[in-house]
């Protein structure tokens, strides 16, 4: 089971795999979890891949109450819960929320994997990540890494120990600094998009904007040719030819920077759209 939109390159590993999926909405107000749960019920899914925390591409967090009742729903199918709480820490504008295991009853998360990065809470480059899980499905997990590259680079990992071990220093200005860019990203688009829409996410990365009209692909086509990377919604379907009318736009980068991209889109959309090329092209999405 998995989200509908959500983490591309989540849903390209399970193409890869094979797996069959079966998809549960997340809208701009969040989850609605009678929908979940039901759908736990109907399919009864080995395995669900959720982002309950400042999901992406949404932004939206899932209140404490439907996390419980997700735990509780997943544990009478026997469903491995697969949470990534890579951006949880990126809280801006509410507190960072507890890990989700917590919501367990005593005894009751033997089913759910959490896994985390320093990706996104310190720089992109840094590719270093982790699991928490039953210790035996840790060693097992363990071996296949052996198989498939033997670990990580121990520099990168000292380097998130001495990182680590700062967090409470490191990790205050980097959430000031997204709230400026944030702010300085919803200013451009207000002033430059002002017919487009969207909800002020209370952390995590990107803006979920709706265009309203199908027009994601061929404007992120074209803004290509004026220096600007963005993707479509499409990219964030469990399904093709959905979300063509959505625009994740990422507020990673300098307030100046921002200010310029959104400029261009806005110059890329006024010299007129020619419909996207169906060519598909690599991509890898943060």
């Not at 928490?132 to 670990?151: H, N």
Request: glycine share 8%; aromatic share 6%.
């Amino acid at each position: 089971m998995v989200e509908n939109p959500s983490y591309p390159n989540a849903l390209d590993a399970m193409r890869r795999a094979r797996l069959r999926t079966v998809s549960v909405p997340v809208t701009d107000t969040g989850w609605d979890i009678g929908i979940v749960a039901s759908t736990l019920r109907q399919a009864v899914p080995r395995l669900a891949y959720l982002i309950p925390d400042f999901h992406n591409p949404t932004g939206c967090l899932m209140p404490a109450p439907q996390r419980a009742r997700l735990l509780h729903a997943a544990a009478r199918t026997g469903t491995w819960l697969v949470i990534d709480e890579t951006l949880a820490d990126l809280a801006l504008d509410v507190p960072a929320p507890p890990p989700f295991a917590s919501h367990a009853t005593p005894g009751g998360t033997g089913q759910v994997i959490t896994i985390g990065s320093m990706s996104k809470t310190h720089w992109a480059g840094l590719r270093i990540g982790w699991l928490r899980a039953p210790a035996r499905l840790v060693t097992e997990l363990a071996g296949q890494r052996v198989a498939t590259d033997m670990g990580g680079s121990v520099l990168d990992q000292l380097l998130a120990l001495h990182l680590l071990a700062r967090a409470g220093e490191l990790l205050p200005p980097r959430l000031e600094q997204l709230r400026g860019q944030r702010a300085a990203l919803a200013a451009a688009l207000a002033e430059h998009f002002p017919q487009w829409t969207w909800r002020l996410p209370p952390g995590g990365l990107s803006l979920w904007a709706d265009l309203g009209a199908p027009v994601a692909a061929a404007l992120a086509e074209q803004a290509r040719d004026h220096g600007v990377r963005i993707e479509g919604g499409t990219h964030f379907a469990t399904d093709p030819g959905i979300f063509e009318q959505r625009l994740r736009i990422p507020y990673t980068a300098p307030p100046d920077t921002l200010r310029e991209a959104v400029r261009r889109m806005a110059t890329a959309l006024a010299e007129g759209l020619s419909p996207a090329s169906t060519t598909p092209r690599p991509h890898w999405i943060a």
